[in-house]
């Protein structure tokens, strides 16, 4: 099985990738590949730009990681009751690829935040929207206080979340495998 995973931040100490990361980890027998935002760092989208360069080749690279995959796994870190800019940016110049973005691919989708609130609020909204983008959300998993609930060296260290992410999980690799 391949799995591509990203935290959709581009902090070089983001909380969220280390939450992707560690969730495609634990998919035994699965070669996973990671992605950073920085790396599909893109002008800020506008037709404008699209009419006089055309769609980055960027955005071309994204899309092939996301088709060579058969599950992808998003953590996405919440500012402003959004998305980071830096993942909208992607996800703008890939929607003019094809407005399936996400390729009818199982997803699993999280998200992680320091508050209690554990980025629902963005969580929420790519669980509403995604389907419309060709996504085939199987799992879903928000991760309160992260500071207190994760650690480096165990993962999801408190024992309700840490079984609730495992369900989620096996859900996102039944569909994917
Ligand atoms: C511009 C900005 C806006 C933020 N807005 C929110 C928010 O709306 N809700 C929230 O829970 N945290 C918010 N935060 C705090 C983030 O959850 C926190 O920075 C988290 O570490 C972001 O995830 P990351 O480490 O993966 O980038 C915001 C942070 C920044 C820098």
Do not use: C
Not at 43 to 67: C, M, N, V
Not at 86 to 113: C, E, H, Q, Y
């Amino acid at each position: 099985m391949k799995i591509v995973a990203f935290g959709a931040s581009s902090s070089s100490s983001s909380i969220n990738q280390k939450l992707a990361v560690f969730a495609a980890n634990q998919i035994e027998g699965a070669s996973v590949s990671i992605l950073d935002l920085n790396d599909y760092e893109m002008p800020i989208y506008s037709t404008d730009k699209e009419k006089a360069a055309g769609i980055p080749q960027l955005a071309k690279d994204f899309r092939q990681h996301l088709a060579d995959a058969d599950g992808i796994i998003i953590s996405f870190a919440e500012h402003n009751g959004s998305y980071s800019s830096a993942f909208k940016n992607v996800m703008d110049w890939n929607s003019r690829l094809d407005g399936k973005i996400w390729l009818d691919k199982p997803m699993f989708i999280m998200a992680t935040s320091p508050g209690p609130r554990g980025g629902q609020t963005v969580l929420k909204q790519a669980s509403q929207t995604f389907p419309y983008q060709g996504s085939d959300v199987s799992g879903e998993f928000s991760l309160p206080s992260f500071n207190q609930n994760f650690s480096d060296e165990a993962g999801i260290t408190d024992a309700s979340l840490r079984t609730e992410f495992e369900n989620q999980l096996n859900s996102f690799i039944s569909k994917a495998s």
